[in-house]
């Protein structure tokens, strides 16, 4: 296994331990930033040990993570950290337990590992660029399901709650068309679930590079394709962090699942 990667297991794992004692013994307070999404201090603790432990090992890598107060979206050539200390607030200050720590590590363009930990559950999600995906050290594939209409679609809904009617819109349009419908609360699980077979597909408007940049890749090395249902040309963002319109799912329908999304 890279150092890198060994390097970002152990450190969502020192993260993920630490959230979850915060959490068990109620040590953890809420706020609301930017005006309307959910922020406790348990994900800046974990912000803090992210960073700590990256600057220790690495002082000259850039880090791009969503609790910081300026977030650049660097073109990632030089060597770059993109993390999320808890995906699923929401979740996390709620008791429930689809909640995870997400780092990738960056560099050339190209997001070349990924890690998505849930440390309620213990499952280790991680993947290098063409060395397959795994779970807990196991490797996994997609569930690769021929017919959409046997699909259990993952989704999620914006903290801001603007654009409601085309989220609605495009929930009535898919439906008829799919097994069933989850939301897990943290989209890099949701594409997680992609990965391991749990889901066969995942879509949302509107996700920022620490959300899907650690995800992205360990669906990809799983089998799964991935892609966007409008604005494909926006070369803004690198491809392998820009969540913008994303669909994550097997490739056998991912045509017929992108039509229905347009």
């Known amino acids: 296994m890279d150092a890198i990667l060994c390097e970002a297991i152990r450190i969502a794992r020192l993260a993920g331990t630490k ?51 300026e977030r650049k979206y660097q073109s990632l050539q030089q060597p770059t950290w993109i993390i999320d200390p808890i995906d699923g607030t929401v979740g996390y200050a709620n008791d429930q ?15 070349q590992h990924g890690v998505v930990y849930n440390p309620f559950l213990d499952k280790m999600y991680y993947a290098s660029e063409n060395a397959g995906a795994f779970l807990n050290g196991s490797k996994i594939a997609i569930k690769n399901v021929t017919e959409l209409k046997a699909y259990v679609i993952g989704t999620g809904f914006p903290h801001k709650k603007n654009g409601i009617h085309d989220i609605i ?12 419908l989850r939301r897990l609360g943290s989209p890099a699980l949701d594409i997680c679930w992609v990965a391991c077979g749990k889901m066969q597909g995942f879509y949302e408007g509107a996700l920022s590079p620490w959300d899907v940049a650690a995800a992205k890749l360990i669906a990809i090395e799983a089998g799964a394709q991935t892609g966007y249902y409008k604005g494909e040309e926006d070369h803004s963002i690198p491809d392998c962090i820009n969540g913008n319109h994303i669909i994550v799912s097997s490739p056998s329908v991912f045509d017929e699942l992108k039509k229905i999304l347009v």
């Open 97 to 111: 337990y689809q909640v995870a720590i997400s780092i990738a590590y960056a560099v050339d363009f190209k997001v």
């Open 169 to 180: 819109s495009r929930l009535e349009r898919i439906l008829p068309h799919i097994r069933d």
């Open 19 to 69: 959230i979850k004692e915060i959490r068990e013994s109620k040590q953890y307070s809420e706020s609301v930033k930017d005006g309307y999404e959910l922020v406790t201090t348990a994900d800046l603790v974990s912000n803090d040990i992210i960073k700590s432990e990256i600057h220790k090992l690495y002082c000259n890598h850039e880090i791009l993570s969503e609790e910081d107060n």
